[in-house]
């Protein structure tokens, strides 16, 4: 790849603000309406939505790492920076696809790079039945929640809800119960990635939840369904010697 429109955004953080007028000064730069890649600077939570906000437009997205963890993310380095994206790795992401509907009748749709997850709203515990395309796979379960994950997503939330770390490219997602009560012992499932899940909140009324795509949030859902869209890609670009395939497989060796 050769790069010759770079748009660079940040997040509102002072370091990436810094990192954002010095690469701006550096190496220029054009509008991200114009741009053949973006280069995003702040955390994970940055990369993603600036992967939701440029969706449209196809381009790939290249994260440099001013923000915590970084996981999503390149090491900041102001040298060679052309050189660097020209010379990047494509991890092409499938984003699952939330339709939730509300008690107040309304219906919300949303993308997620992450996870789709269930929580609920107040201090009793959520009872949730789930069904696999379409056969009921858990008729009650009551917990704090329950997610559903990507690869790129496995290694966030649904880690530390105790849920496997899944190698891109496995055409697989994970199912992960967050502190369930019963069934004590159900710790979750893999999916195939082309799977569809469907979730009824019972006993609403009493035991509201609600469901988030990555940063879209619906109250107090009746239903929701989670599936796979793969007609919708985003592309993330990687230092060919920390693609993302090998971050996730190092995660399984941390200890």
């Known amino acids: 790849m050769a790069f010759e429109k770079v748009a660079f955004v940040a997040s509102g953080s002072p370091k990436a603000q810094e990192a954002l007028k010095f690469l701006r000064k550096r190496y220029g730069g054009v509008e991200p309406t114009e741009a053949e890649v973006i280069v995003a600077l702040g955390g994970d939570g940055f990369i993603l939505e600036t992967l939701h906000d440029y969706l449209d437009r196809g381009v790939p997205i290249y994260g440099m790492n001013r923000g915590t963890v970084g996981f999503l993310m390149n090491e900041f380095v102001e040298e060679g920076l052309i050189e660097r994206l020209d010379a990047a790795a494509e991890t092409v992401l499938n984003p699952l696809q939330m ?128 599936e796979e869209r793969r007609d919708v890609s985003l592309t993330i670009l990687f230092d060919p010697e920390h693609n993302l395939a090998d971050r996730i497989l190092n995660e399984q060796f941390t200890p």
């Not at 939330?157 to 994970?174: F, R």
């Not at 199912?175 to 609403?204: D, Y």
């Open 99 to 226: 339709i939730a509907t509300c008690a107040d009748g309304s219906k919300i749709e949303a993308l997620a790079i992450n996870e789709v997850s269930m929580l609920r709203q107040s201090r009793q515990a959520a009872k949730i039945r789930i069904s696999v395309d379409g056969k009921v796979r858990i008729p009650e379960l009551i917990c704090d929640g329950v997610l559903v994950a990507t690869a790129a997503g496995s290694t966030a939330y649904n880690l530390s809800a105790h849920g496997p770390i899944i190698p891109v490219g496995s055409d697989l997602m994970a199912l992960t119960p967050i502190s369930a009560f019963r069934p004590r012992r159900w710790r979750g499932a893999l999916l195939p990635a082309q799977a569809k899940v469907e979730f009824e909140i019972l006993e609403n009324y009493k035991r509201p939840v609600s469901a988030v795509a990555d940063s879209t949030e619906a109250r107090n859902v009746l239903t929701v369904t989670v």
